[in-house]
């Protein structure tokens, strides 16, 4: 039943596709040590 609502929500969906460095992972401090 779960399957068959996502399926009706999603059926007119449309799928962005954007390229380039993601925002979260810019915001994040950078670990000092890579071990």
């Keep these: 039943m779960t399957t068959a609502l996502l399926d009706r929500l999603s059926h007119h969906a449309h799928i962005l596709t954007t390229r ?3 925002f979260r992972r ?3 401090p950078r670990p000092k040590d890579a071990a």
Excluded: L, M, V
């Design 26 to 28: 810019q915001k994040q």
């Design 20 to 22: 380039g460095a993601s």
